[in-house]
Each structure stands twice: as structure tokens, then as C-alpha cells.
């Protein structure tokens, strides 16, 4: 008796254990429904914690995000910044003043107009969240002037700005009712979550899944795609072989270099490849130190081979970069010039090393403990130790290098990346040059030329695009001549989806669900 | 008994007070705050100094340590940094699957390791024997992530059975149950041969044999009660560890588990989330060694017999 009542506990421990797990997720690819409700399942990092765009931090997890926000502007498949929720814009002769006028008739996923308040709102809120404000440093304020139209007053003209303004990171437009009603729970569920986008959220689960249905009334017309389920995959090679698998449609992260050769052969995947906008670098500490002394910063400029980086740190997938924002042609404001950074030299180095009074003498490289900066880190090491130096190579955990290297500056050299959030020269320019970005703002060489200031903050106010280049290629002539950094490398970008998906290439890079339909 | 588990769940208390400590001072002894991590390299140092203040992070570790225990005596465990929301609500989101996974783990482990552990002291020396040790061997020294991700290229790339991600039905558990199973079935096996053979020498279980019982009743009524007590420890510590969360196991297979969760708040610096999840999974592990305690009573009547006279 008492070996059957255990028995029975036992099976009905092992099928509660089950009970919780058994709903079908009605979600793989390979369901056989038609064409028009098969739902598209993706794949990103990270599903968002929260949807309050302007209280949450937000790396992938603005992907999930941003399906169901619109912003003013918006980026074409060629890149260029073009109306969206604002059907056009102005910009004053002096710079200064940018004027939007809305279109009319747009309505949020509950009902509601969005008008000028909610888009004078959102910016409001932009300005003041301690994510995103830093990139409205040169905004005064904004007004509304009628219900369709608003005014953003700069402090300073900065002709980069509306870059931010199409990247949903900085600018999306939320409602400013909703916002209000729910107060600090904004976006911390389903039906807290309105936006104007073309997708509603209809199911999530923080950090691990979002289930979204075509928004019927959406401006630019329904979305091609109906439903959708966007879930946490990690591990790139994971979200690889769900991607073989069909188990997920598409992955809205980078392929890495490695796996580039396995997926483009892949019989029921594409590939798409493009010039990403992350700078991997070399940073010197510019103000103590050994590399103070120029001819040292110049010696380590002889010795780096920037294609043995490529090949090391991208499996040569992307492009050697000579200055920042030298990105294959693809970043505004680029003057596009060619082989200005040093050639390997290593007699020159060598000579300049001997003039700094440094032979013999023990460097540390600090960098990142991941892939792929120790393997960059290893690289430098031996072209400094080729050109009489000793040096060390110190891996550290990405809290203590953002603290001690990037915030503090305690460091001598080492090796990091910038993931630009815009591709215009200003951000990158005077956020890694500039005497004002200093520290954490991005200058993390404490570099100051008070040239290079004069010419930065001209550019970043010039208006005409061939003036605003030279100002540009003025200013590489002080880069290259002081070797505040080593610039090492544009990894290419990359994006796998199944065959039986089709998109613009120009748009594969925005992570858009709207740009996406089915091929079949 | 009662008096001896009451005495098991008082010494619960100070040792979570030494694992807050502990867990408190590394996060605030390593480099990196918070707030930083939160808002990425280029937001100004005015809006991390804002941020630490809002976090109450910029207080000193002594106040925030004691301010974090009296708290929790009062029952909460804060919120989390990152996302605002209770930690313990989050621990709670995630430990389903992760206990899904841990049971289904031991479970499979206890049902293979065990029958070929005894299996291999019956027949000791037996070819059986031979390959079930070597294979033991074998399963205990592969890399758990290795056997996990080949697995995933045999059951879901290239024969198309199995998920190869996810949590979301029954089927989806198979594939990293077993992948977690069998290093745990491995050293079970091991154990059950080893207690096995020590006990099938003992006198009584040589006089139930003298008495001419069956071998099954000698082996399975004498024997196996009494050589089953270290292996129920071993799988309860086993299980316990499993629960931690297994963080590569849950990368390899996108598991949303307790593991992964620990691991994004440890990245992040999310001191209330990290001393919560250490506070909740040490918690666990106790009651989970309280319980095998207690099992090892039902099992074998000599310690009942000790706990009675008490």
C-alpha cells in the first residue's frame, strides 16, 4: 500500500513537473498556414526589460522596442534622413532653428491623434532622461507652434543632430497621455505600451519575448507581415542554428566573421553585409604617461599593421580605417580621403622609440577580456615589442576597463571600440577628439588641440556639405600629425534571414520589421 | 527530529547574513558602478552622479548594507537596478524553467546512473562492468556546453527532431535535460557501484544470502537501502547546484533561466539583484540539503532510531 501511494506521488510529481510546459507555442517557421498569417519569428540579443524609451537602458533591446514607436524622420534604404511622422522639415539659413510639420491623421495604438504636444513631450523627455540627454546637448529647447507643427531651438547650430532624430534610440514618440496616465508603470506592460508604429505588442515576456500584430491603421499603410514573435537569443551561434533550423526567420545581429562562409552557402538563408558604424581603435593616454611624448604615439603608428587587425579581429570582413568616421564612404560629412595614416615602418618606429628615450622600457595594454580585444591586444603587444619596447597585456572585465580606462583615464595604451549612434562626422569627430568630450564623453585619449577644437565646432555648425568636408580633412592633418588614436578598423555589419522573407538591402541594417514581407 | 530540523532552519539565518556580506562587498569592492554600466560610455558624469544618487548607490557600503538586511527582515528584497521591478518578482519569473530543467535533469540522472551503478557492483569485473565504468568516465570529463551544442547539430540541424532553442513546450527540455543528465548520471553511477560493493560485503547481507534468499531480495529488499544513503546526498547536492541555474547550458540552448539572469545582473553591476538571486538560491540549497536530511531518516531506520532517542 505504501509503495503504491509513493509510486502515485512520484507520477504526480513528474507530470506536474510537465503540466506548466505543455502549451504549444504555435510559433516555429515551419508551420504550414498561408502566406498572409504565417507569423515571422525573430531572433535579437536581448528582448526589452521595458518599453519607457527614455527610462531604460537600451543596447538591442531597443529593437524590440522601437517596432511599436515612429520617430520624426527616418532613414531610406540609401541612407538618407527623410520624413516619417513629420511629413517635412526646415532647418533656418543660420542653422539654428529646425522646424517640423506633422502629418495629420496619424493615431496612436489606442485611438488618440498624435499631435504636436506628444512629439513637443517626447523631446522633453528625451532631453531630460539621463540615457539620452547627452545627445541633446546643443538642443535649447522645443515649442509648439499649432497643433502640426513644432520648433527646436539650438543652443549651437549642429548640422549632425537630425541624425538622432531618426534613430528611435534617441527621438521615439511616445503619447503624452498615456505616458502620463500610467506614470512611472509607462511601458511596463502590454497595455501601457502605445505608440504610433507600425506594429502593436500584444504578449511579453521582459528580457525574453514580444509577440506583435500588424498595426491595421498604420500611416504608411499595414505592415506586409502580420504577426510576429521576436524572442531572446543570446548566443550568436545558437541563434545560427536556429536560423538553419528554421526555427527563427531572422536575427537582427551581427553574423560573426567567422560564420560568414557557412551562412552565405546556407540553401535556405541570405546574407546581407554592410559598412557597420563601430570604429575598432588603438587609445593612448595623451595627457601622463609615456605616450604625452608625440614621437612615441608616432612610433606606435609605424608599427601597427592595420590589416593584420581586420584579418585578427573581423576575419578581414569590413574595411582598415585611417581616421574616425572613415567608414567606406558611408558617413556624412566624410571628406573620403585616402591612405593618409602612417605605413608600417618599422625603422621609423624603431627611431622614434630610441629619440623618446623609451627603448627597453615596459608598456601596458589594457583592454576588454572578450573577443575579440584580446586577440587585438596580442597584435600590439608584438608590434610593440618588435619595435623595443616591452609590453604587457592586462584583460580586464568590461565594468573595471569602462571605470578605470574610459572614466578615469588610468591607463597607458589599449584597445576599444566606438559603436557610433548616428553616422555623421560630428559624433564621432568631436565625441572622441574634442577638448569638451574628455573622459567619458568619448575623448578617451584626453586629447586637447585647441586647432582641433576650432575646426570641430566649425564643422559641426556648417551648413554647406563641401565646406563642411574640408573643415573634415583640415582636421585629419591635425589627427594624423598628433596620433591621438591608432585607427584600426570597420567591422562590416551583418544580417541573416530566410529565404522566404524579402527586403530592401538597403533597409536590412535598421532591424525594421516593417520593411520585411514574405517572398512566397 | 522536529528539534534537530528547527535547529537546521536557525542556522539558515546566519548564514544568509554572511552571503549578503560577502555578495555585497564584492560588488562594491570591484571597479564600475551602476549607473554607468546602465547608461553607457558617453552619458555625461552629472547623469551617472543623478542615476547612483536615485539607485542610492552612492552611500557607503556600511549604510547600504545594513539598509539592504533591514529591509529584508521586513520582507523585501529591494528592486532591481536595471529594470525597476521587484527582484524578488524576477528570481520568481524565472525559476520555473529553471526548476523545469533542474528536476527533469536529476530525475533522468537518477534513473540512468543509479540502475547501471548497481548493475555494475552485481556484476563487478563483468565486461558490463568495464565499458559502464569507462563509459562513466567518459560522460563525467566532457564539457557539458560541447555535449550540448552536438547534440544540438545531431537532434535539430541534421535530423530535425528537436528544438534547438527555447523553453517553450515539454519537447524543448529535452535536449539540455540530457545534456545536463549525464555528467550528474555519470558520477552517480560511480558513486552506486562504489557504496554497492561495500555494502553487498557487509556480514548481514552475507547471512541473508546463508539464509538462502533470492539474489533480487538480497540485492534490492538488504542491500540497496543502505548503499543508496551517500548517493541520495550526492543527487541532492547535485540538484541544488542544478537550481543555481546552469549558465552555459542555458546560453547554449537560449534558456531564460535563473543562471542567465544572474549573469546579465552581475554585467551589469545589479547589486540588489545579484545579493537577491545569491540570497534566494543559498535559501534553496539549504532547504534542499534539509530535505535529503530528512529523506536520509526515512531511509535508514538507524538514524531515525538516533533522532528518536534524542
Known amino acids: 500500500m505504501k509503495r503504491k501511494i509513493v509510486l502515485l506521488l512520484f507520477a504526480i510529481m513528474i507530470a506536474a513537473l510537465f503540466a506548466g510546459c505543455g502549451r504549444n507555442n504555435g510559433g516555429t517557421s515551419e508551420q504550414t498556414q498561408s502566406s498572409a498569417d504565417k507569423e515571422m519569428v525573430v531572433g535579437i540579443p536581448k528582448v526589452t526589460e521595458s518599453f519607457d524609451f527614455y527610462n531604460t537602458s537600451n543596447g538591442f533591446e531597443s529593437i524590440s522596442m522601437s517596432q511599436v514607436y515612429d520617430t520624426l524622420v527616418i532613414k531610406d534604404n540609401n541612407g538618407k534622413t527623410v520624413p516619417s511622422l513629420a511629413e517635412k522639415f526646415e532647418i533656418s539659413p543660420d542653422g539654428k532653428t529646425y522646424t517640423f510639420y506633422l502629418r495629420k491623421g496619424v493615431k496612436f495604438s489606442n485611438g488618440v491623434e498624435f499631435k504636436a504636444s506628444d512629439a513637443n513631450y517626447s523631446i522633453d523627455q528625451a532631453m531630460a532622461s539621463s540615457w539620452t540627454s547627452w545627445a541633446y546637448a546643443s538642443i535649447k529647447d522645443c515649442e509648439v507652434v499649432d497643433d502640426y507643427t513644432i520648433k527646436l531651438n539650438m543652443k549651437t547650430p549642429n548640422v549632425g543632430f537630425l541624425e538622432y532624430l531618426a534613430n528611435p534610440y534617441y527621438s521615439a514618440m511616445l503619447s503624452e497621455e498615456t505616458v502620463k496616465k500610467y506614470g512611472k508603470d509607462y511601458g511596463k506592460t502590454v497595455e501601457s505600451t502605445v505608440g504610433t508604429g507600425p506594429y502593436i505588442l500584444k504578449e511579453w515576456k521582459p528580457g525574453e519575448l514580444c509577440v506583435y500584430e500588424a498595426n491595421p491603421n498604420y500611416f504608411k499603410g499595414a505592415p506586409a507581415i502580420k504577426k510576429v514573435r521576436m524572442k531572446t537569443i543570446t548566443d550568436v551561434n545558437a541563434a545560427i542554428i536556429a536560423l538553419q533550423t528554421g526555427e527563427i526567420n531572422a536575427y537582427f545581429n551581427d553574423i560573426p566573421g567567422i560564420n560568414y562562409d557557412s551562412v552565405s552557402k546556407a540553401e535556405k538563408l541570405n546574407m546581407v553585409t554592410f559598412p557597420s558604424t563601430i570604429f575598432f581603435e588603438c587609445i593612448m593616454n595623451t595627457k601622463t604617461g609615456p605616450f604625452a611624448d608625440v614621437r612615441l604615439r608616432q612610433a606606435v603608428a609605424y608599427a601597427v599593421d592595420r590589416q593584420q587587425m581586420l584579418t585578427v579581429g573581423a576575419e578581414g570582413h569590413g574595411a582598415v580605417a585611417d581616421y574616425p568616421g572613415n567608414r567606406q564612404g558611408y558617413t556624412e560629412g566624410d571628406p573620403a580621403l585616402k591612405n593618409t595614416w602612417y605605413p608600417v615602418d618599422l625603422e621609423k618606429a624603431k627611431q622614434l622609440v630610441k629619440e623618446a628615450g623609451m627603448e627597453g622600457k615596459t608598456i601596458t595594454i589594457k583592454t576588454y577580456a572578450t573577443d575579440p580585444y584580446p586577440k587585438l591586444a596580442t597584435i600590439l603587444q608584438d608590434a610593440l615589442t618588435k619595435i623595443g619596447l616591452k609590453a604587457e597585456v592586462q584583460q580586464m572585465e568590461r565594468g573595471a576597463f569602462i571605470d578605470e580606462v574610459l572614466t578615469k583615464g588610468q591607463y597607458e595604451i589599449g584597445i576599444c571600440r566606438w559603436a557610433a549612434g548616428t553616422k555623421d562626422m560630428d559624433e564621432i569627430m568631436y565625441g572622441s577628439l574634442a577638448t569638451a568630450s574628455i573622459g567619458s564623453a568619448g575623448n578617451w585619449s584626453w586629447y586637447s588641440n585647441s586647432a582641433m577644437d576650432e575646426l570641430l565646432t566649425k564643422a559641426e555648425a556648417e551648413t554647406d556639405p563641401e565646406a563642411r568636408k574640408q573643415l573634415y580633412a583640415d582636421a585629419i592633418k591635425i589627427y594624423d600629425k598628433d596620433v591621438p588614436q591608432i585607427p584600426l578598423y570597420y567591422p562590416d555589419g551583418s544580417r541573416a534571414y530566410s529565404k522566404d522573407l524579402a527586403i530592401d538591402k538597403g533597409n536590412v541594417e535598421y532591424d525594421r520589421l516593417f520593411d520585411f514581407k514574405w517572398s512566397n | ?310
Open chain 2, 1 to 310: 527530529m522536529s528539534k534537530y530540523i528547527v535547529k537546521r532552519v536557525l542556522i539558515v539565518f546566519p548564514t544568509l547574513l554572511a552571503i549578503i556580506f560577502i555578495v555585497f562587498g564584492i560588488m562594491s569592492l570591484t571597479p564600475g558602478d551602476p549607473a554607468r554600466m546602465m547608461l553607457g560610455q558617453q552619458a555625461s558624469p552629472e547623469a551617472v552622479a543623478r542615476v547612483n544618487h536615485e539607485l542610492g548607490f552612492d552611500r557607503p557600503f556600511i549604510i547600504r548594507y545594513g539598509d539592504y538586511v533591514v529591509k529584508l527582515l521586513e520582507g523585501d528584497m529591494g528592486n532591481s537596478y536595471r529594470t525597476g521591478r521587484p527582484v524578488f518578482n524576477e528570481i520568481i519569473s524565472r525559476l520555473p524553467t529553471t526548476a523545469k530543467l533542474a528536476s527533469a535533469a536529476i530525475l533522468l540522472a537518477v534513473m540512468i546512473g543509479v540502475p547501471l551503478g548497481i548493475l555494475s557492483a552485481v556484476k563487478q569485473y563483468s565486461l558490463y562492468d568495464i565499458t559502464g565504468t569507462a563509459a562513466a568516465m567518459l560522460m563525467a570529463s566532457i564539457p557539458g556546453f560541447w555535449f550540448g551544442l552536438m547534440a544540438i547539430l545531431l537532434f535539430a540541424l541534421k535530423l530535425g527532431w528537436l528544438p534547438s532553442n527555447g523553453s517553450d513546450t515539454w519537447v524543448h527540455y529535452i535536449l539540455p535535460a540530457i545534456t545536463l543528465a549525464i555528467p550528474v548520471s555519470a558520477s552517480l553511477l560511480r558513486l552506486t557501484r562504489t557504496t554497492m560493493l561495500e555494502t553487498i560485503r557487509q556480514d548481514y547481507v552475507r547471512t541473508a544470502r546463508a539464509k538462502g534468499q533470492t539474489e533480487k531480495k538480497v540485492i534490492f529488499h538488504h542491500a540497496l537501502k543502505n548503499a543508496l544513503l551517500p548517493v541520495v546526498t550526492v543527487a541532492g547536492l547535485e540538484f541544488g547546484g542544478l537550481l543555481g541555474g546552469v549558465v552555459t547550458i542555458e546560453t547554449v540552448f537560449s534558456i531564460n533561466g535563473v543562471g542567465t539572469l544572474i549573469i546579465d545582473a552581475i554585467r551589469m553591476k545589479d547589486v540588489p539583484q545579484v545579493t537577491g538571486c545569491a540570497i534566494f538560491l543559498a535559501f534553496l540549497f539549504m532547504m534542499v540539503m534539509l530535505i535529503v536530511d530528512i529523506l536520509y531518516a526515512y531511509i535508514d531506520p538507524r538514524i531515525r532510531a538516533r533522532y528518536q532517542k534524542v
